[in-house]
C-alpha cells in the first residue's frame, strides 16, 4: 500500500470519510444492540433468580 | 331512494355543522388571509424585491405561503370533537365515519379556500402574478387545496391523543404534501414558461382522487383506533 | 410460514442457530466487499477514485428504500393480521432505516463536493432520499408520542402503510421536478456506465450491509421479547406482593 492508496488522486479528504463514518456508525449501533441485548439477559435471569 | 338522499342529506347537513363550527365569524376569514400575507412578506424580505428574482419564485411563494396557513389549524379538526365526546356519538350512529369525514375534509377545503377566493386580488397584485396565469391559479388552487385537506384529516387522525400532536402533525403531513406542492407550482410555471400545464394539473387531480378514496377510511380506522383507548 | 414464526420460543430457538451465520456472511462479504472496493477494482474514467464512494453509497441508499417496504410491510402484518412479532420487528427496522437513509445523505454530499463542486446537489436521489428520512422519522416520532405504546404501535404503523403508498408518488414527483428545472443531467451520481469489475463490490456491500441489518433486527427482537418478559415477571411479582401486604 504505497503513499498513491491512501491519497486517492486526492480525493482522500472525501472518501475516507465516507467510509469511516459507515463503518464507525454501523459498528457502534452493533455495540449499542448488543449492550442492550446482554442488559435484557441479565436482568431476565435476576428476575427468574428471585422468582424461584 | 330514500336512503340514497337522505345519505345526500346527512352529507350536505354535516358539512354545513363544520363549516358553522370553523367559521364563526369574520376573524377567521382574516386570520388566514393575514397569515398568508404575513408569509409571503417574510419571503420577500429575505429574498429582496427586485422584480425578475420574484418573477421566477412568486407561484413557489404563493403555494407554500397557502401551505403553511393551512397546516396549523389542521388539527383542531378532529381534536376538538375527540376532547367533546362527540367522535364517540357518531361511531355508534347509523351514519358511517367514513362520510362523516369526507364531509369534514370537503368542509375544511372550504374554510380554507373561500378566504383564498377572496383574497386572491390581493396576492396577484403584491406578488406581480401575470394575468394569464389566473384561471390556471384557480383549478390548482380548488384542486391541490381539497388534497391538502384530505391528506390533513389523515394527518389529525394519527395524532389524535398524541403528546405534543400539533408540532408533529406538520413533520408528518409534509412530506405527504410534497407531491402537492410540485405539480400545483408546476401548473403555474409551465403557464408561465408557455408550455402545456395539463400533465401537472392530471397529475395533481389524480393524485386528489386517490386521496379523495382512500382518506376517509384511513381515518375513521384511526379515529376507532383513537377511540376504543 | 410467517405464523409458524410468531411463537416467540420456536423463534428464538431459531434464530438461536441462525445469528451466527448471518454474522459470518456479514463478516465475510464486508472484507471482501472492502477489500475489492478499495483495493482490487478500477478508478473510473471520470471520477478517478472518487467513484469508491459509491461502494458505501449506493448501498446505503438501496438498503434505505429496501427496509422502508420491509417496515411498511411488517406494519401490514401487524395491522391486518394482528402478528404478534410485526411490532417488534417494525420498532428494530426504522432506526436502522433512519440511520442508512441519513448515510446515504452523507455519502452522497461527500460524493458531490469533489464531482460538482458543492456540499449538496438537490438532485432527484438525494431529494427523495432526504423525504424518504422525514417518513422514517415520523414513524419514529408518532410510535413514542403516545402514554401506550401499543397505541403508538398501531398510528404509527398506519403513517408507515400511507408512506408506502405516498412514497412512489413522491419519487415520481421529484424526478418530475428535477427534469422540469434541469433539462441535461450531464453526470450522474454513479456515472453513466458500470464497469463490470466494479459491479463485483458494489453486490458484495450490498449483501454485506443486508446481512448486517438482518443481524441486527432479529438480536433487536429478540431483545424486545426478553424485555417484554422481564416486565411480565415485574408485574407479577409486583402483583404478588401487592395481595400479600393487602
Known sequence: MNESFWI????????????????LSLGLLFVHSTKQSQK????LKQLSKTKN | MSLQSSFIQIFISHIKREF?????????????????????????????????????????????????????????TLQRDYDNGWLD???????PMELILLSKSLAYWLIVIIPLLISLPLFIVLLNINLKLIPWLLISILVGGLSISLIGIIGSALTLGAKRGNILLPILIIPLIIPILIFGVGISEAVRINESPLGNLFLLIGFTLIYLVISPFISAFLIRIAISR | MFDWLANPNRFNRITEKIQPCILFITIITLISGLYFGLFDSPKDYQQGD???????????????????????????????????????????????????????????????KPMWGTWWVWDARLTSMLVLFF???????LSNAFERKIDGSKTASVLAIVGLIN?????????????????ASIIKIGGPSIDDKMLLPLILMIFALSFFSLYLIVLNVKTKLIEKKCEALLLKSNLEEISKTG
Open chain 1, 8 to 23: 486517492m488522486q486526492g480525493y482522500e479528504i472525501y472518501i475516507w470519510p465516507s467510509y469511516v463514518l459507515t463503518l
Open chain 1, 40 to 43: 435484557a439477559k441479565k436482568l
Open chain 2, 20 to 76: 358553522l363550527i370553523n367559521f364563526r365569524s369574520l376573524v377567521d376569514v382574516i386570520s388566514i388571509i393575514s397569515f398568508m400575507i404575513l408569509i409571503v412578506t417574510l419571503f420577500v424580505l429575505g429574498i429582496g424585491p427586485f422584480e425578475e428574482k420574484l418573477a421566477l419564485i412568486s407561484n413557489a411563494i404563493f403555494w407554500i405561503g397557502l401551505i403553511l396557513a393551512i397546516i396549523p389549524s389542521l388539527e383542531k
Open chain 2, 89 to 95: 356519538q357518531t361511531i355508534t350512529s347509523p351514519t
Open chain 3, 50 to 112: 472518487a467513484v469508491r464512494i459509491m461502494y458505501v453509497h449506493v448501498p446505503s441508499a438501496w438498503l434505505a428504500s429496501f427496509l422502508y417496504f420491509s417496515l411498511a410491510i411488517s406494519c401490514v402484518f401487524y395491522l391486518v393480521w394482528k402478528h404478534p412479532l410485526a411490532d417488534l420487528v417494525s420498532s428494530s427496522i426504522a432506526p436502522i432505516g433512519a440511520l442508512f437513509s441519513a448515510l446515504t445523505l452523507v455519502t452522497g454530499s461527500l460524493w458531490g
Open chain 3, 135 to 141: 417518513f422514517y422519522l415520523g414513524y419514529i416520532l
Open chain 3, 167 to 183: 412514497l412512489p408518488i413522491v419519487k415520481f414527483s421529484v424526478d418530475w421536478w428535477h427534469t422540469l428545472h434541469q433539462p
